[in-house]
Structure formats: structure tokens, C-alpha cells
């Protein structure tokens, strides 16, 4: 799938992952290739124990491959040192997770900043960068807040806003509405697909079919391998639920002029 004027971010060949020795061997990644351009929204399916989430975990620098080779930016990164993948993976990868991992004892402001310790940067300047993208996800008056205390919709839109903190290209999210309701899930995914827009390269892992009409591209995965890699124009799609929008905004400000009318 070559793509004319669009910079290959990730490139995996004959990448392998092997669980186990003996009768006990398990391949949760089996010769997978794959490319990842940037400024795609790729959203990765399969039934569960096929290899999505091992697949983003080496992708994003969390795992390592057993055999094959990655390339990250053009740079290889298959068999850098665990202490040079951390350094770029904080550099250029954020994560998104179901279960948010917000450390309980941060504060919110705390929590988003904390990647940036890993740059080195002085407490002061961290917490300025947080409450500024805090404000990007319009959650400036729970930047105190502990995590206990904000829904579930909040809290990952925290956990996005860590994941943004340091201004990465690649955006990689692991079921990230799983744990949401289906009203917190739609911010979400608008969350995500704004984020998208600026340019950023978004690989999502998710069950939830209906998730499918963000995607710029869907992989499908079976048995550790790539079943089905297809790009997805859903330009009508997007046409449609911005033409949705406009009219709810038209309705809404009829109802106002109403009350305002005392009709």
C-alpha cells in the first residue's frame, strides 16, 4: 500500500513474538508486516487473543519482537538498547489505555505532566504545559481534582491530555472507550478525531464496530497475523454527521429565541 508525498512513521517486517518454549510456544505475532503512514486514523480489530494489543505494545516501544525488523521514523529501533526505545518512545509515542492508569495520589495537573519529567524539564514548566493542554479538553477547573473524583469520561480525557503533553506524532490508544458509556464514548472518539486532524498519527485498538466511521484505514487481525488491511473514505460519513450538528445547532438557537420570546 504505497501512498505518494506520505511519510512512512512506522514500517514492521516479518515482525515475530513468541511466547513460551517447547509444546508451551505461542506466536501472539507471526510474520506481520506493515506500514503506517502519517496522518492516518488506523483502527485495528480482531477477535480477542489475536495479537491487537501485542501488536501496538511493540509498535509503541513496550514490547519487543522476537524476530523482524521495525523501523520508527526511519530510524531501526528493533534492537536499541531498553534505555534508547524509552527515550524515543517518550519523544514520539503517547498512550491512551481502557483502564487510564492515572496514579491515584497525582492530582489531575500532576498526572498530565508527568511525562515530562522524563525530558527533564523543571516542575514549574511542567505544570504550565498541562494546565495549558488541560485547557485544550476544557478540564482547567479540575486540574486539582484527584482521579476518584471525575467520571469516566473525564478521566480519560485526562489520560489523552497526558498522552499529549509532549507533543508526539503517534498517538496509539488500547481500547479506549471500553470502559465508557455510550455518551462518553462519542466525546471520545471527538476528542480523538480532533487530535487526528492536527496531523497526528492515531492507531486504535477497539471491538466496538460502530467506532469504524472515525478511521482513515481498518486492520483486521486473526491468529497473530494481518487478515484484512483496507483504507476507508469516510468523507460522505463526515459530511453527513456535520450536516447532523449544524441542524442540532440551528434547533438549539430556535429554542432559545423561543424562551427569549416567551413563546
Same mark, same amino acid.
Not at 534492537?79 to 498512550?95: D, L, T, V, W, Y
Given at each position: 500500500m504505497m501512498k505518494k508525498g506520505k511519510k512512512e512513521v512506522v514500517k514492521l517486517k516479518k515482525i515475530k513474538k513468541r511466547f513460551?518454549?517447547?509444546d508451551a510456544e505461542n506466536y501472539a505475532l507471526n510474520g506481520v508486516d506493515l506500514t503506517i503512514y502519517q496522518g492516518e486514523f488506523i483502527i485495528i480489530m480482531g477477535?480477542?487473543?489475536?495479537?491487537k494489543t501485542t501488536l501496538l505494545?511493540?509498535?509503541?516501544?513496550?514490547?519487543?519482537?522476537?524476530?523482524?525488523?521495525? #523501523?520508527?521514523?526511519?530510524?531501526?529501533?528493533?534492537?536499541?538498547?531498553?534505555?534508547?526505545?524509552?527515550?524515543?518512545?517518550?519523544?514520539?509515542?503517547?498512550?491512551?489505555?481502557?483502564?487510564?492508569?492515572?496514579?491515584?495520589?497525582?492530582?489531575?495537573i500532576e498526572n498530565v505532566a508527568l511525562?515530562?519529567?522524563?525530558?527533564?524539564?523543571?516542575?514549574?514548566?511542567?505544570?504550565?504545559?498541562?494546565?495549558?493542554?488541560?485547557?485544550?479538553?476544557?478540564?482547567?477547573?479540575?486540574?486539582?481534582?484527584?482521579?476518584?473524583?471525575?467520571?469516566?469520561?473525564q478521566t480519560q480525557r485526562v489520560a489523552i491530555a497526558?498522552?499529549?503533553?509532549n507533543n508526539p506524532s503517534i498517538i496509539l490508544a488500547d481500547e479506549p472507550t471500553g470502559n465508557l458509556d455510550s455518551k462518553a464514548s462519542h466525546i471520545i472518539m471527538e476528542e480523538?478525531?480532533?487530535?487526528?486532524?492536527?496531523?497526528?498519527?492515531?492507531? #486504535?485498538?477497539?471491538?466496538?464496530?460502530?467506532? #469504524?466511521?472515525?478511521a482513515t484505514r481498518i486492520i483486521t487481525m486473526?491468529?497473530?497475523?494481518?487478515?484484512?488491511?483496507?483504507?476507508?473514505d469516510n468523507s460522505i460519513i463526515q459530511e453527513k454527521?456535520?450536516?447532523?450538528d449544524k441542524l442540532e445547532e440551528a434547533v438549539n438557537k430556535i429554542e432559545e429565541i423561543k424562551e427569549e420570546l416567551g413563546a
Open positions: 513460551g518454549v517447547g477477535p480477542s487473543g489475536c495479537g505494545n511493540t509498535i509503541g516501544l513496550l514490547d519487543r519482537s522476537t524476530e523482524g525488523t521495525y #523501523m520508527l521514523d526511519s530510524y531501526d529501533v528493533s534492537r536499541m538498547s531498553k534505555r534508547k526505545q524509552a527515550q524515543i518512545r517518550s519523544e514520539k509515542i503517547g498512550f491512551v489505555f481502557q483502564d487510564f492508569n492515572l496514579i491515584p495520589r497525582l492530582s489531575v511525562p515530562l519529567i522524563y525530558k527533564g524539564e523543571n516542575k514549574t514548566k511542567r505544570l504550565k504545559k498541562a494546565s495549558e493542554i488541560l485547557k485544550q479538553f476544557h478540564l482547567e477547573k479540575r486540574e486539582y481534582y484527584m482521579p476518584w473524583q471525575l467520571s469516566g469520561g497526558r498522552a499529549l503533553v480523538l478525531s480532533e487530535v487526528h486532524k492536527k496531523g497526528n498519527t492515531i492507531i #486504535m485498538v477497539t471491538h466496538n464496530p460502530e467506532l #469504524m466511521a472515525y486473526f491468529d497473530g497475523k494481518i487478515d484484512t488491511d483496507e483504507k476507508v454527521e456535520n450536516t447532523l
